[in-house]
């Protein structure tokens, strides 16, 4: 069965710190893997995208990593702000034989404290 | 958010009522979706569409509708067939089918 498991599913750290997000997934065959932010009440923001020859890939504070190999990525925030508090969803691409279909996680809840 | 928008941002359902929910598009992107969001699960697709007047089911269409009769927009129904609807909805869109999807800021449908 195609699924997406992330962890922890809440997190709370202080501002400053740094913190990292895991995601493992069982879905085949995989086309790319996809980190969400998601504001509460907002829809889903997309932070990075990451196909199977790629190992790594950062968009400012936000850095993601993903082993092929063992199914897992994650999500490593530096130097943490208020405003990063949010869900970080990941989300993983299949090439099915019906069409192409994405395949989310739950999310983790993240809460930056001052 | 990008250029997709979503209204109304809450709506509230009577029993036996059939709503629409509004999606449009300025991004002229050709696939459209609908997912539905509910506390502690992953986004779940209801329906897409890759071209105009094309749409297919995804994994929960039941109770709800669709069409798209035009590029920007793809309006969903929540039938009265849906029996528990009461949670976030979320439109996307995206050039193709795999490519980055674009949400909406979603539409929060509360029971009555």
């Known amino acids: 069965k195609n699924q997406v498991e992330q962890s922890p599913q809440s997190l709370i750290i202080l501002e400053g710190k740094n913190c990292t997000l895991q995601?493992?997934?069982?879905?085949?065959?995989?086309?790319?893997l996809r980190w969400y932010k998601q504001d509460t009440g907002r829809g889903p923001v997309s932070l990075t995208i990451?196909?199977?020859?790629?190992n790594t890939k950062s968009n400012g504070r936000y850095t993601a990593t993903l082993d092929a190999d063992t199914k897992q990525s994650s999500l490593h925030i530096t130097a943490s702000q208020l405003s990063d508090s949010a869900s970080y969803i990941c989300?993983?691409?299949?090439?099915?034989?019906?069409?192409?279909?994405?395949?989310f996680g739950a999310g983790t809840i993240l809460r930056v404290k001052s | 958010d990008g250029g997709i928008t979503q209204s109304p941002k809450y709506l509230f359902r009577k029993e036996g009522q059939n709503v629409t929910l509004s999606c449009e598009q300025n991004?002229?992107?050709?696939?459209m979706y609908w997912y539905r969001q509910d506390p502690g699960q992953g986004l779940r697709l209801i329906y897409y569409?890759?071209?105009?007047?094309?749409?297919q089911k995804g994994d929960i269409a039941e109770g709800y509708s669709v069409s798209r009769e035009k590029k920007e927009s793809f309006p969903l129904t929540v039938t009265s067939a849906q029996k528990n609807p009461t949670a976030f909805y979320l439109c996307?869109?995206?050039?193709?089918?795999?490519?980055?999807?674009?949400f909406g800021p979603g539409t929060r449908l509360l029971v009555l």
């Open positions: 996307a869109s995206s050039w193709q089918a795999v490519e980055t999807q674009y």
């Open positions: 995601c493992n997934y069982t879905v085949s065959p995989f086309s790319n």
């Open positions: 990451m196909t199977f020859s790629e």
């Open positions: 989300v993983v691409g299949l090439r099915g034989l019906d069409g192409n279909k994405l395949v």
């Open positions: 991004l002229n992107h050709d696939a």
């Open positions: 569409s890759q071209i105009v007047n094309d749409f």
